[in-house]
């Protein structure tokens, strides 16, 4: 898998899973009665480390009449699976429901310095034991495996759907139509903000898919966003689902802002700076150390566009991560660009001119940047990716600059 990809998919995937506790026998802790039954949900805040900036929930089901209490979690997967890292990298991805003593599970969480949650659900005798059957069915090994997809079938919304069955509806009924402007990309960022260079990757490899505005059913594959939605759902007889909250911990990492930053102005600063210094690198080629870090320079930039473009361009046509496809990004960064390390590596010539088919290719790449500009204007192309084109077109334009004016400014022998 690409930087990216593995990078989001490795941090996405450890987010929504468990350390590998001993499963328990979880139809031996099913009482012979709903009345026994205690169901709650709970939630595990952010951590620190990149792979638990997403948070993680479970549905928790205590035996009055024992005092067990099993963890229902939907973050499991295995390495030891046929073929695990080629599917993960295609996005064919099967992860496992896992039955787990929550007593033994949730002080690992505290450990961490994340915070715990636990609403306790008003949920009728009847209705507990059809979804403690439900639970404990599904994670039977037979049941136990479903294709997993970072925003619309993970650990969050499995326990959704199984609340909202057998709630008749209910968290759907209230939760569609109601947003507040997120999508999956706001929401990726705004989780992984504070590891920046994680929200970078994640956020120069999601396409369009991930723009669309979610209500809150679908915003609730987040953990959190998911813990907020029960809290205000209320039953047909008018009781709130939610009977009571405990805080078994509070968090001591840093918490994720309610917003990702806004990057524009900063690319855009710097996006011109690097283009201003290229140009002036290059005005100053008769230099020797001028023309060196002019050609290193273009050299590494075109490796690095061309490179992610590949990436970008294999996410989109050879694999199952729909959030990817139809990246705009694509247009910025460019396979075409590989077609120019001949023309930059012989920059560090001193009497080096960029070819008449060179200069069309780097006029054609800035060309190609300067398309994704102007989509912006057209309302069928979502894809929020202004602050990238603030970035690199200006990059772009200082590099098809130099290779037009080398013929001009390349010193005499």
């Known amino acids: 898998m690409s930087f990216w990809t593995c ?56 035996d009055a009449s024992t005092g067990r209490a099993v963890s229902y979690n939907y973050g499991m997967f295995d390495f030891e699976q046929d073929d695990f890292f080629v599917n993960f990298l295609r996005g064919r991805m099967m992860y496992q429901i896992g039955a787990f003593d929550f007593d033994q599970e949730y002080p690992n969480y505290i450990d961490e310095g994340r915070s715990v949650e636990q609403q306790v659900l008003n949920l009728a005798p009847a209705r507990k034991r059809e979804l403690a059957e439900f639970l404990a069915n599904n994670a039977k090994p037979g049941n136990a495996s ?85 809290s205000t759902i209320i039953l047909p007889d008018g009781r709130p689902l939610v009977s009571s909250k ?71 046509g050879f694999t199952e991560h729909q959030s990817a496809w139809r990246n705009e990004n694509l247009l910025l960064l460019n396979p075409l660009c590989l077609l120019m390390l001949p023309t930059w590596v012989g920059a560090f010539r001193r009497g080096w001119t960029a070819s008449p088919r060179a200069q069309v290719l780097a006029w054609t790449i800035l060309f190609c940047a300067a398309v994704g500009l102007f989509l912006k204007v057209l309302p069928s192309f979502v894809q929020a990716n202004l602050h990238w084109i603030m970035l690199i077109l200006p990059i772009h334009l200082a590099l098809a600059r130099s290779a037009r004016l080398s013929s001009a400014s390349a010193p005499s022998e």
Not at 14 to 23: E, G, K, S, Y
Not at 173 to 198: M, N
Not at 271 to 300: C, K, M, P, Q, Y
């Open 246 to 316: 405990h805080m078994l911990a509070e968090s001591r990492v840093t918490e994720p802002p309610v917003l990702p930053p806004d990057l524009r102005p900063w690319f855009a600063m710097l996006g011109l700076s690097i283009a201003i210094g290229l140009t002036a690198l290059h005005a100053t080629r008769r230099n020797s150390i001028s023309g060196v870090i002019f050609a290193s320079s273009a050299t590494l930039l075109s490796l690095f566009f061309g490179l992610g473009g590949l990436v970008l361009l294999g996410l989109w």
């Open 7 to 62: 990078l989001r998919g490795v941090g996405i995937a450890f987010a929504f899973a468990l350390f590998c506790w001993p499963v328990i026998a979880a139809a031996q802790l099913l009482p012979t009665a709903g009345e026994n039954l205690e169901i709650s949900l709970v939630t595990y805040g952010p951590g620190e480390i990149y792979w638990e900036r997403f948070g993680h929930n479970a549905i928790v089901i205590r």
């Open 146 to 230: 479903y294709h997993y997809d970072y925003f619309v079938s993970n650990c969050s919304t499995k326990l959704r759907d199984a609340l909202d069955t057998v709630l008749d509806g209910a968290i759907r009924k209230q939760t569609e139509g109601r947003s507040r402007g997120y999508t999956f990309r706001l929401d990726g960022l705004r989780l992984t903000a504070p590891d920046r260079w994680l929200m970078l990757v994640i956020d120069l490899g999601l396409g369009p898919y991930a723009d669309q505005r979610l209500d809150f059913w679908r915003e609730s594959f987040v953990p959190m966003t998911l813990a907020s939605v029960v």
